[in-house]
Nanobody, 115 residues
Framework: QVHLVESGGGLVQPGGSLRLSCAAS????????MGWYRQAPGKQRELVAT???????NYADSVKGRFTISRNNAKNTVYLQMNSLKPEDTAVYYC?????????WGQGTQVTVSS
């Protein structure tokens, strides 16, 4: 079993920044891909960014140039630095990790961008 704890969400004004963190613990032998997804009210969950164990990253077009995903393999933690936030970035953000036994989701953290 893998347990994920997310932190860093909150309320921020347009143009502001937030940094999300997600720490994995439990039966972890090695983590493959790590990523962030988000779900806005009335919409489907969508990919925000992913990062492989080797550091290769992938971003949704809507966040390219504004968000940066990174990971600390020693701490089994993935981060999402979000800059130049827009109201349309408002959503619940979920962490996802892929290990040998399958994929796991965090509980989600709310990000609200509003003046």
């Amino acid at each position: 079993q893998v347990h994920l704890v997310e932190s860093g969400g909150g309320l921020v004004q347009p143009g502001g920044s937030l940094r999300l963190s997600c720490a994995a613990s439990g039966s972890i032998f090695s983590i493959h891909d790590m990523g962030w997804y988000r779900q806005a009210p009335g919409k489907q969950r969508e990919l925000v960014a992913t990062i492989t164990s080797g550091g290769r990253t992938n971003y949704a077009d809507s966040v390219k140039g504004r968000f940066t995903i990174s990971r600390n393999n020693a701490k089994n933690t993935v981060y999402l630095q979000m800059n130049s936030l827009k109201p349309e970035d408002t959503a619940v953000y979920y962490c996802n990790v892929l290990v040998i036994t399958g994929g796991y989701w965090g509980q989600g953290t709310q990000v609200t961008v509003s003046s």
